[in-house]
């Protein structure tokens, strides 16, 4: 299965649109990691599933989100609530917690894939607003079950791949 990851696109809705229409036809489902100052009746959401971010003044959105789909199922969390940028290990004990192996998070505006204790924890990166660098980012991910390869393979906001931040990995 396909998924977008974005996050942290701070009202500014331009990439989120050209992603949903580049991808429309190739990708299962859509996910967001919060901060996107957007109000809960936004179009965008009937595609993109979100959490609640520090920056969110919509308060209608959950601090955590488990996406099932098909036979997999994904922890969202924005990651302010989760002390992203002190460790993992809120986002481990949820995630363990919840039976997960694969959690998305956002908060720090900057592309992360990091595996430990055979969970991955994805940042995807800020879509407008990056901290590393010139132009913000965002995540394809093709996740196969059968063979429990990861492929995430992420991209500037142009749509240019990022070489190296992108690899495959097995959970
Ligand atoms: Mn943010």
Redesign the pocket.
């Known amino acids: 299965m396909k998924l977008i990851i974005v996050s942290?696109n701070?009202g500014d809705t331009y990439y989120m649109e050209e992603i949903l229409s580049i991808y429309e036809n190739e990708v299962d489902s859509w996910i967001h990691c919060g901060?996107s100052e957007m109000k809960e009746n936004h179009p965008l959401w009937q595609n993109y599933k979100t959490v609640i971010?520090n920056?969110d003044y919509a308060t209608g959105f959950e601090l955590e989100r488990l996406v099932e789909f098909k036979e997999n199922k994904f922890l969202v969390v924005h990651g302010h609530k989760h002390a992203v940028k002190q460790s993992n290990e809120e986002m481990k004990k949820r995630a363990k917690e919840e039976g997960v192996d694969i959690v998305f998070f956002?908060?720090t505006?900057i592309p992360s894939v990091e595996q430990e204790d055979g969970i991955l924890f994805i940042n995807p990166g800020?879509l407008t607003q990056p901290r590393d660098r010139n132009v913000g980012t965002y995540l394809l991910m093709d996740l196969d079950r059968d063979s429990e390869e990861v492929s995430l393979v992420f991209y500037d906001q142009n749509h240019n791949k990022l070489e190296e931040l992108s690899a495959s990995y097995s959970l």
């Open positions: 942290d701070h901060d971010g920056m956002g908060h505006h800020s």
